[in-house]
């Protein structure tokens, strides 16, 4: 897809939740869920988060849309700044920014009728009192959601309706007030792999019809490689690698983006990968260790890994990553010393 002018941009986004130590002692630490992330989304772009549970993907997405505060960055949508917006402007933000959540079970309201599930949202934001108007704009949303033909599903109750149809309203519901951005967190994650492929490829024409931007997260790196534009891998509240997503996942630079990928499986049996099998756990967020933070579980971890926590470099166009040996052969032997010079002073830039 040709990049076009960010419709979102975030810089040096922070977001640290205050714990004490001990329930006798006043003194506070935190937990560094997000620690300096910075991308941008364009505009008609699916643009992807992925990495494991903890990593600060989900924390992201809560925050842009007000329901985490943020520590300190900026993030721009439309020349508003998200983290400091005005009554007028949440307001305004509310109606052009929507969410799909990752459990249509829980996420609808099982004492509400799908009429007045993807009604309520034009109700909240006062877009119109005509019933007449209001009916008329559910069953469009309906229809564009592929519960056809809409009276039939009107007065059905979540219960009655399967896991797809569910999520199919979920978006109904966040598409009736015509938004241009939308947050899915792990959109098909809950539901049958039967009908995952029908809700990746609805959410694909929905941008193609309503020119909508996705911010899409998922630890599903399969998902990832066949439905969005852009990859950006986080570890333990940072990116460390953000690029094309066919870059990403064919010539992957990160050792922990190659870990992933290793394991991804793959539909012919008779294909054999070398699977990365990192060891440990992910460390505590509270104590991150110094340097780069995956060093403590990295296969390849040199002695200056554990010393400078390095930036992220574009070492291909659009392509970047936060480790000094990113496009070395990684072997047990140290890097050559030319390398190492290259790599001795890594710059933290904004992709």
């Given amino acids: 897809m040709t990049r076009t002018h960010p419709l979102l941009e975030v810089r040096d986004l922070k977001v640290w939740f205050p714990v004490r130590k001990s ?51 900026s993030a721009i949508l439309n020349g508003m700044n998200l983290l400091k917006l005005t009554k007028e402007q949440r307001t305004q933000f ?14 609808l309201n099982p004492h509400m009728t799908v009429f ?33 033909p809409p009276q039939t599903f009107l007065d059905h109750y979540p219960h009655q309706l399967s896991g797809g149809q569910r999520q199919r309203v979920a978006i109904a519901a966040a598409l009736v007030l015509k938004p241009s951005l939308m947050v899915a967190d792990e959109p098909v994650s809950m539901l049958d792999i039967s009908v995952r492929a029908g809700i990746l490829k609805l959410m694909l024409d929905l941008r193609n019809e309503f020119n909508l931007t996705y911010l899409f997260i998922t630890h599903d790196l399969a998902t990832a490689r066949n439905f969005v534009d852009r990859i950006a891998v986080m570890y ?36 054999r990968k070398q699977k990365t099998l990192l060891a440990g ?37 659009g392509h970047y990553v936060a480790c000094p040996f990113a496009g070395s052969e990684w072997s047990n032997e140290a890097p050559t010393e030319s390398h190492a010079k290259q790599s001795a002073a890594p710059t933290i830039k904004n992709p």
């Avoid at 869920?33 to 924390?59: H, M, P, Q, Y």
């Fill in 116 to 148: 007045e599930i993807i009604a309520e949202p034009l109700e909240v934001n006062n877009l119109t009192n005509d019933p007449e108007e209001k009916e008329s704009r559910v069953k469009q949303s309906l229809e564009a959601v592929g519960l056809a």
């Fill in 94 to 107: 509310r109606r052009n920014t929507q969410m799909i959540f990752q459990d249509p079970y829980d996420s």
């Fill in 281 to 317: 756990e992910i460390p505590n967020p509270v104590e991150i260790p110094p340097g780069c933070r995956f060093h403590t579980r990295c296969p390849v971890a040199r002695e200056r890994c554990s010393q400078d926590e390095p930036g992220l470099e574009e070492l291909f166009p």
């Fill in 236 to 271: 333990l509240g940072r990116i460390v690698e953000i690029g094309d997503a066919k870059s990403v996942i064919e010539t992957p630079l990160h050792p922990y983006t190659k870990a992933l990928i290793s394991v991804v499986p793959v539909p012919n049996p008779k294909t």
């Fill in 23 to 73: 329930l006798l002692s006043k003194a506070k630490t935190y937990v560094r869920a997000v620690d300096g992330v910075s991308f941008d989304i364009g505009n008609r772009e699916i643009f992807c988060l992925v990495g494991e549970s903890g990593c600060g993907k989900t924390t992201i997405a809560n925050t842009l849309l007000g329901l985490v505060n943020a520590t300190s960055g």
